[in-house]
Nanobody
Framework: QVQVVESGGGLVQPGGSLRLSCAASGSILSIYAMGWYRQAPGEQRELVAHITNRGVTTYADSVKGRFTISRDNAKRTVYLQMNSLKPEDTAVYYC??????????????WGQGTQVTVSS
């Protein structure tokens, strides 16, 4: 059994910063990649940032230069540092973990989501 748990959301003023954390635990052989997605009301879920086990990162154009994804392999944790936040960053942020749960068998898992609200 695998658990993916996010933390760190909240309310912040425009221009402020937040740091999200996501930890994967349970029956995991290794991590292939982890990423952050977000979904605003009435919108589709979209990729925010992604990092592979080799450290290759991908960002949505809307967050480049403002958000930074990083990971701690020993803790099986991925972080999303969000700076210069804008009202349009308001959404529920979900962590996705692409994991090897058995030899050569990969599965994806989602966290429950954490709300980020950017408002004055």
């Amino acid at each position: 059994q695998v658990q993916v748990v996010e933390s760190g959301g909240g309310l912040v003023q425009p221009g402020g910063s937040l740091r999200l954390s996501c930890a994967a635990s349970g029956s995991i052989l290794s991590i292939y990649a982890m990423g952050w997605y977000r979904q605003a009301p009435g919108e589709q879920r979209e990729l925010v940032a992604h990092i592979t086990n080799r450290g290759v990162t991908t960002y949505a154009d809307s967050v480049k230069g403002r958000f930074t994804i990083s990971r701690d392999n020993a803790k099986r944790t991925v972080y999303l540092q969000m700076n210069s936040l804008k009202p349009e960053d308001t959404a529920v942020y979900y962590c996705n973990a692409d994991l090897f749960v058995r030899l050569l068998v990969r599965s994806e898992y989602w966290g429950q989501g954490t709300q980020v609200t950017v408002s004055s």
